[in-house]
């Protein structure tokens, strides 16, 4: 990226007409603020991120934007992970009301859960994923795809997905801090012996990126609680589809391998 930094500004149409867009664009660029990603984030409102080379650009953006009255700027600030995904797809990551940490996708979205997924992965903090969601909504697949776009190798200590195995150990270079470590909580609490348990809680020790699918039936046996994660996230076929909570939700009963 050239020499400046990059800003968020986002703005809600208040009288939409041909050649809106033009007008903000040409604004930006007598200012010479660069544009770099421009889309629609919500109803009548577009994002943009743009280059700034010097901070008065923006004070007289902003001045001369005020000016506007077909345009209210809402937002104007270095872009957060959430500003940039907006963007990148067209609409803001739905938080939960109730626990801010917990963030609402539907199946149709399944493409800014991965990228956000995705961006949590290559966070230097290694944080703790729980991920809820009935089976085959697509969780294992979102994992997966999320670690490849974030050039990370993840390794399954449980999962249904494949050869539905049960790990009990890790060889030295599965153990590498830049893997992602994925964890089906029901798959462990109904099979995981007592050589997997300790593994699991060994991994919960190192700063490691760990994903854990049905973080409920999880954090009892693990000597956590859901306080301990970073993110939660939920992935529903519909909008309005529930997620059973707390050992309702139980893996197919199936052929199972401890790899050791």
Known sequence: MADGKEWYL?????????????????????????ILTINGVDHERRGLLVLVRDEAQIR????????METIHLTKARIPTLGDRLAVRHGRYLERDLGDKKTFLFVRNEIGLLVDFMAELFKMPSH?????????????????IAASVS?????????????????????SKDERSPENVFVIDGSVSRLRGSEAHWDLIRELMRHQLSIVVEHPDNFVGMAGCSLDDFNYIL???????????FENEIQSPDKQ???LN
């Not at 703005?11 to 660069?34: A, C, F, Q, T, W």
């Not at 007289?60 to 000016?67: C, D, E, G, I, P």
């Not at 939920?234 to 059973?244: D, Y």
Request: charged share 25%; hydrophobic share 40%; net charge positive.
């Open 10 to 34: 986002e703005y809600e149409i208040h009288k939409n007409r041909p050649g809106l867009l033009g007008e903000v664009s040409s604004l930006l660029g007598m200012l010479g603020i660069d």
């Open 60 to 67: 007289r953006f902003l001045a001369a934007v005020r000016t």
């Open 127 to 143: 944080p703790l994923i729980g991920i809820r969601g009935m089976p085959r909504v697509g969780k294992s697949e979102s994992i």
């Open 150 to 170: 974030a050039n990370k190798r993840w390794i399954f200590i449980s999962s249904t997905l494949l050869s539905q195995t049960i790990r009990t150990r890790l």
């Open 234 to 244: 939920e992935l529903r076929n519909q909008r309005n589809e529930h997620i059973p």
């Open 256 to 258: 199972w391998s401890d």
